[in-house]
T-cell receptor
């Protein structure tokens, strides 16, 4: 079974531009979560989508947005890029189910997209 | 407030030796899950082991075991018989209650296995 794929793997953008990152979950998985990893802040949760609906959102400004398509593929968008947005963006997929859901579900991570903002 | 604390920024261990990576957590939920992930230099997060708050036995997965001390709120990862390929960043993470899939990660511990 293919794992989580993220495209592109590397990206260089200029401050003020916008960027779209893509994530294809494992086949059959309906939940996709996004995380930002920086040396200073570590790994931080951005948002989670399940069946095309955002269910959970971390503490990030509105410049960070996402969506999920009917085939469970997800995209995240960052508008008006800032230097501090330079990070590794990780996508994770899970089977997912409706609320309430137990804490034990394992998330499978993709290789990440490394974004550099200059 | 930091929910997951990993106090060891870096650790060294000799090949074939055992090593313990520390993790303490903070939550008021009764239902929570604790995870350990490995992140090699390639960047991908690899799931290692899971411990539920109601699990009475310590979790084990091959060479990995989790030393779960609920009263002390600690969930230390023990790697037995270290291998050179174990050199990586290790992250402890927690998911609380029925709040969705958000994982709170610690800052990580960099482990270097030497020959």
């Amino acid at each position: 079974k293919a794992g989580v794929t993220q495209t592109p793997r590397y990206l260089i953008k200029t401050r003020g531009q916008q960027v779209t990152l893509s994530c294809s979950p494992i086949s059959g998985h309906r939940s996709v979560s996004w995380y930002q990893q920086t040396p200073g802040q570590g790994l931080q949760f951005l948002f989670e989508y399940f069946s095309e609906t955002q269910r959970n959102k971390g503490n990030f400004p509105g410049r960070f947005s996402g969506r999920q398509f009917s085939n469970s593929r997800s995209e995240m968008n960052v508008s008006t890029l800032e230097l501090g947005d330079s990070a590794l963006y990780l996508c994770a997929s899970s089977l997912g189910r409706g609320f309430p859901q137990p804490v034990s579900y394992e998330q499978y991570f993709g290789p990440g997209t490394r974004l550099t903002v200059t | 407030a930091q929910k997951i604390t990993q106090t060891q920024p870096g650790m060294f261990v000799q090949e074939k030796e055992a090593v313990t990576l520390d993790c303490t957590y903070d939550t008021s939920d009764q239902s929570y899950g604790l995870f350990w992930y490995k992140q090699p230099s390639s960047g991908e997060m690899i799931f290692l082991i899971y411990q539920g708050s109601y699990d009475e036995q310590n979790a084990t997965e091959g060479r990995y075991s989790l030393n779960f001390q609920k009263a002390r709120k600690s969930a230390n990862l023990v790697i037995s018989a270290s291998q050179l390929g174990d050199s990586a960043m290790y992250f402890c993470a927690m998911r609380e209650g029925y709040s969705g899939y958000a994982l709170n990660f610690g800052k990580g511990t960099s482990l270097l296995v030497t020959p």
